[in-house]
C-alpha cells in the first residue's frame, strides 16, 4: 500500500500533487497529512524536488481554497447553510459548521486564515466566513498561500527527513496506511449514514 500510494504521486509528478491537494481541500479522500510526507518521501529520494514539492502542494490547496471563498462571497451564511444541509451528507459538512467557522473567523479575523491553514479541522472552512465576510480577495490570497506554504512544507519536510529511514519507515507504513485508509472509509461511512441526527436548524431568511 505504501508503495502504491507513492507510487500515485511518482506518476503523476508536480501536477499530481497539485490535483490531490485541490481535491483534498474540496472533499478529503486522502488527507494532506498522507499526501506531502509521502511526496517529501519522493523528493528525497532524487524523483522529485523538494521546492517543487512544496510549490505543487501549497498551489493544489490554495486552489482548493478558492471555491469555499467565492462560494461564501455568492451565497452567504444563511445560503451556505441551506447548501449544507442539502447536499452535506455527501460532504460529510453540517450547517452548524458552517456558523462555527464563522464564528471563528470573526473572533479572530484575518489571522484566522491564516492559522485555520494550519488546523486539520478548519483548514478548509475557514475559507467559507472569510467569503461571507467579503474579506479582500488579495488578503485572502495572502495569507491563504502563507498559512499554506507553511503547512505543506513541515509535512513535507517530514517526509524528506524520514528517507534515511525509508525503508524501515515503509515496512511500519505499508500496514499502517491501510489502517488510516480504512478508519477514513469507516469514518466518511459513519458521518454519511448518521448526518440526518447531527442538529443545526436553518433559517427560512437570508
Known amino acids: 500500500m505504501f508503495e502504491s500510494l507513492t507510487g500515485l504521486i511518482e506518476q503523476g509528478g508536480y501536477i499530481g500533487i497539485v490535483l490531490l491537494m485541490f481535491a483534498e481541500n474540496l ?55 441551506r447548501l449544507a444541509q442539502r447536499f452535506g451528507r ?18 479572530h479575523g484575518r489571522k484566522a486564515v491564516f492559522f485555520g491553514r494550519l488546523v486539520p479541522a478548519i483548514r478548509t472552512l475557514i475559507s467559507v466566513p472569510a467569503g461571507i465576510a467579503r474579506m479582500r480577495l488579495g488578503a485572502f490570497v495572502f495569507y491563504t498561500v502563507l498559512g499554506s506554504l507553511v503547512w505543506t ?30 478508519v477514513i472509509g469507516v469514518v466518511y ?6 448526518f440526518k441526527d447531527r442538529p443545526g436548524e436553518v433559517s427560512t431568511q437570508d
Open 27 to 81: 472533499f478529503p479522500p486522502i488527507p494532506s497529512e498522507v499526501i506531502m510526507p509521502l511526496a517529501g518521501f519522493l523528493a528525497a529520494r532524487g524523483e522529485l524536488n523538494l521546492v517543487g514539492v512544496v510549490l505543487a502542494g501549497t498551489l493544489g490547496s490554495f486552489l482548493g481554497a478558492l471555491p469555499w471563498y467565492f462560494a461564501g462571497a455568492l451565497l452567504g451564511e444563511q445560503r451556505m447553510r
Open 90 to 107: 455527501w460532504l460529510t459538512l453540517a450547517p452548524d459548521d458552517v456558523s462555527e467557522a464563522c464564528l471563528w473567523f470573526q473572533a
Open 153 to 182: 512544507f513541515l509535512l513535507a519536510l517530514l517526509g524528506y527527513l524520514l528517507h534515511a529511514e525509508y525503508h524501515r519507515v515503509a515496512d511500519y507504513l505499508d500496514p499502517g496506511s491501510k489502517i488510516v485508509l480504512a
Open 189 to 194: 461511512l459513519y458521518r454519511l449514514f448518521t
